[in-house]
């Protein structure tokens, strides 16, 4: 009776164990339809920026105005920093897909410099603005200024953090379809950063020279 019992215990398991096994699913581009929606929020938070720039853009409050602090050339080149990464980048998403590593490692480690380089002029920028009691806390207009070109820095900064990562985890784990859909993620982001730079260029340091 007891063999019975033991035999009809098993057989209940193996059955309950059957039904309710779950299977690990990963949806197909679950990830890259979650960064899209991610991104979409981080345009309204650039959007809001853009606004309270957009009011408090000529409000000097006796203080300097655009025209007076900006250096045009110096912001050129930084654009063209951030410009020419977005081309390296798309050098290294090709040589990932044709999984040549050491080519990826290298446009990846351009790319990272060229981000580095954006982050140096901008520092020093606002460095220099400050030490010309140009401040955030000087005017509307100064506020608004570094609340803006100072979170699209910040997202830059972000952005160069993880592109490192990934350079350290490509030679470990190879050119996974997850190291690939973690480059494809930052290809998006460092891409979307670029969109709103230009903006920032025109909108905030070629207007802010015009009279």
């Known amino acids: 009776m007891s063999e019975i019992n033991a035999t009809m215990t098993g057989a209940h398991g193996a059955d309950a164990g059957s039904r309710y096994h779950v299977r690990e699913h990963h949806p197909e581009q679950g990830t890259l339809l979650g960064f899209w929606i991610y991104l979409m929020s981080d345009c309204l938070i650039f959007a809001s920026l853009f606004a309270t720039y957009a ?37 290294a998403m090709i040589s990932a897909q044709a999984r040549n590593l050491a080519k990826t490692q290298l446009w990846l480690a351009v790319t990272g410099i060229l981000g580095a380089c954006f982050l140096a002029l901008e520092i020093y920028e606002f460095f220099h603005l400050i030490h010309e009691g140009a401040g955030p806390s000087r005017s509307g207009f100064l506020t608004a200024f570094f609340s803006l070109v100072g979170t699209h820095g910040l997202h830059v900064l972000f952005g160069t953090i993880w592109l490192v990562t990934l350079m350290f985890q490509l030679p470990k784990h190879g050119i996974t379809p997850e190291n690939m859909r973690r480059l494809s993620c930052l290809s998006l982001f460092w891409h979307f950063l670029d969109v709103v730079w230009i903006f920032v260029f025109t909108f905030v340091y070629l207007m802010g020279t015009l009279p």
Do not use: H, M, Q
Request: aromatic share 14%.
């Open 55 to 91: 009011v408090l853009g000529r409000n000097y409050a006796g203080g300097p105005s655009g025209a007076e602090l900006f250096d045009l050339k110096l912001v050129a080149i930084n654009t063209a920093f951030l410009l020419v990464s977005s081309i390296t980048f798309g050098f």
